[in-house]
């Protein structure tokens, strides 16, 4: 073994001295570098290259007066290194100055290309910018730290895209698109009412997911008075901050200081950070940053040699492939270290390899366990990677305190057997209560469940709460309302709707869990009738938040849930054990109704038992209730902690299409 490995460093470092190109029989046989230089360490002494470009017969590094515009002021030839590297070291302040790096593969030149790790760009993303980061920290940034986190059962996520959140004229903030939106105190809709991020601390959000921010491909950022709408799942470089966003996204400095401010003002208003992020898949394939490259290496093929395109977008990324893992694992870190994001919501993760995303949570752990992660447990295709070893929502009890969307407590609420345009539980369908059961004790374990009547699964697929994020829908769908006004029953009025709508969010924000709300569902909001509006103008996107006053009931409802949320732990256990021993459902006779009892102070819960009603049909209906001194304090549409009435019969009336909460002290 010795001898081998003898022989085939004098084998490279031979190549080396006559500068011949490596011949690998395929990429498991490409070297993987080690180091933690790629592929620019910068000093006002000196800039240290080193790029990874293991099939490169030559490389050289392009350097710019401009992020944009004009030829290189110098073209120097880097020198072969190890493990697949190139290096190059100019012994002057490069600062402010542009790079690319070009390989020659084959006798040909390929296109430039400002690397794979690179973290500063100039505009629209082409070229490498050279910047000092000590000078894109906002004042007190070293002071910035993260709201404190007891459990991820505690986490009340928020879904927003930036454009979203502040365009309408009735957002009362001045930097609509921007990072910055979300640094604007005091900000108020056209009646008065608190918008922006005082409202979200109003409301009782814990984390704000943004919408993908990394740098995006499909927005020219030099023509941003075009106000092209983009979800921003088209990935450019994935370390650096999305241009569009910032206020002059020609000048590197700017969008990576403004991004650190809406950081640092989120924490001090209490919230945390998440990203979505998209590693899945690039804006293109051959063309993109990291095939210029490597070509191949970084993107999964079939056996017929076309590349695997999981993603829907023409490709997918190669995880299990060690420069890939290294790659995002590097790349969080970076984002978490730097940036000081708490959390990580992936696009597509059931693409990504099962190892891959556990190396990632014991990479974060080591700063913070309790950085967030979770993601999608699908893809858009079918992949050239063995389902068994990619992230999938069937495998997810192999990840090590990742989350995963609940789809299926999603698809029995407001659709039923796989028909999008069909009423679910909350609509008034017949016999979906088993998949209720199975969303409140969030995909878990549990022997009140018959997992074999399930409509989408046929067993539990995480090991604890922690692991499950209950949803009714996400920027990438119709809104609740306009989803509930296309399924609704015939004969529903609109203000059955507004009925149906409260009872969904009610299962939502207090099955056991991490409740997920899309950004304006709080005071009803609507795409009209747009599910895919990823090209839709911001007159179909935008959160009109004047709706805060015009349904101040539904949106003061939603905050009256997340409080009790908050003050009430029985709804945030954190393991299946304590579920299993707590959680217990009622064995009704009428049909279209799941009750339960959260029981004896469970996870240090103030109230003994907490009785917790859905009922699902159209109509009133009396049910029987334990014996006991209970008190309402949720019923027929309306919360009040303080209690509504008592209730001392074991017959209880609840109202159509609505919930109902309990307890006894």
């Not at 708490?342 to 099962?354: L, P, T, W």
């Amino acid at each position: 073994m010795k001898l081998n490995f003898a022989l085939l460093s004098l084998c490279f470092f031979i190549m080396v001295a006559c500068n011949r190109t490596p011949k690998y029989a395929n990429f498991e046989e490409y070297p993987v570098y080690e180091g933690s230089d790629l592929e620019l360490v910068y000093s006002a002494q000196s800039s240290k290259f080193r790029v990874w470009a293991p099939v490169a017969s030559e490389v050289k590094l392009l350097l710019y007066d401009n992020g944009a515009d004009g030829g290189a002021y110098s073209t120097q030839n880097m020198k072969r290194s190890d493990q697949g590297t190139w290096v190059l070291e100019v012994d002057e302040d490069l600062k402010g100055k542009f790079y690319t790096f070009q390989i020659k593969l084959k006798g040909k030149w390929m296109d430039e290309t400002p690397g794979i790790w690179v973290k500063a760009t100039g505009v629209n993303g082409k070229r490498a910018a050279i910047v000092d980061f000590t000078e894109t920290n906002p004042d007190g940034w070293d002071n910035d730290v993260r709201p404190p986190l007891n459990n991820f059962t505690d986490i009340v996520l928020y879904g927003v895209h930036f454009r979203d959140f502040s365009m309408s004229p009735t957002s009362g903030i001045k930097n609509k698109g921007k990072y910055l939106a979300f640094t604007e105190h005091g900000t108020k809709n056209s009646i008065g009412e608190t918008t922006g991020i005082d409202h979200l601390k109003e409301l009782g959000i814990t984390h704000i997911n943004l919408s993908p921010c990394f740098d995006f491909a499909d927005i020219d950022e030099t023509k941003l008075k075009n106000n092209k709408y983009s979800w921003g799942a088209d990935p450019l470089n994935f370390n650096v901050p999305e241009g569009s966003y910032s206020t002059n996204p020609n000048n590197p400095l700017v969008r990576i200081k403004e991004f650190k401010r809406m950081v640092q003002s989120i924490h001090q208003a209490g919230m945390r950070v998440v990203m979505d992020v998209v590693y899945n898949h690039t804006f293109a394939g051959k063309d993109s940053h990291m095939n210029l490259l490597v070509p191949g290496y970084f993107y999964r093929q079939n056996k017929d040699s076309s590349w695997s395109n999981a993603s829907g977008f023409g490709n997918e990324t190669a995880s299990e492939r060690p420069m890939m893992r290294k790659l995002m694992i590097e790349s969080l870190v970076y984002w978490v270290s730097e940036y000081h994001i708490d959390g990580f919501n992936f696009s597509q993760m059931g693409i990504h390899d099962i190892e891959t995303m556990n190396a990632i949570r014991a990479a974060l752990d080591k700063i913070d366990p309790d950085i967030f992660l979770f993601g999608e447990g699908g893809a858009a295709a079918s992949s050239s990677f063995p389902e068994e070893k990619r992230a999938l929502k069937i495998n997810a009890k192999q990840l090590d305190f990742i989350g995963i969307f609940n789809d299926d407590l999603r698809n029995v609420l407001r659709d039923s057997a796989k028909l999008s345009k069909s009423p679910g539980f909350v609509s008034g369908m017949d016999s979906l209560e088993n998949g209720i059961r199975f969303g409140v004790v969030s995909a878990t374990q549990h022997n009140q469940i018959d997992y074999s009547k399930l409509l989408y699964t046929k067993t539990s697929y995480v090991n604890n709460p922690t692991q499950t994020i209950n949803f009714c829908t996400t920027y990438s769908d119709l809104c609740m309302v306009d989803r509930l006004a296309q399924s609704k029953p015939i004969f529903a009025k609109d203000e059955d709707l507004i009925r149906f709508y409260k009872l969904a969010q009610t299962i939502v924000s207090t099955a056991q869990g991490i409740p997920y709300l899309f950004a304006g569902e709080e005071f009803y909001r609507s795409k009209k009738g747009v599910g895919n509006s990823s090209q839709s103008p911001d007159s179909i996107n935008q959160m009109n938040w004047d709706n805060k006053t015009s349904q101040i009931d539904i949106y003061n409802y939603q905050k009256n849930l997340f409080q009790l949320r908050k003050e009430h732990a029985a709804f945030r256990m954190p393991n299946q054990e304590m579920v299993q021993a707590h959680l217990k459902f009622l064995d009704l006779l009428v049909p279209n109704i799941v009750a339960y009892v959260l029981t004896d102070h469970v996870n240090g819960e103030k109230w003994k038992d907490i009785l917790v009603i859905y009922n699902g049909n159209l109509l009133a209906k009396k049910i029987a209730i334990p014996l006991g001194n209970w008190n309402v304090i949720c019923h027929d549409g309306q919360i009040n902690l303080s209690g509504i009435s008592t209730v001392t019969d074991t017959t209880f009336v609840v109202a159509p299409s609505s919930a109902s909460i309990l307890y006894q002290e």
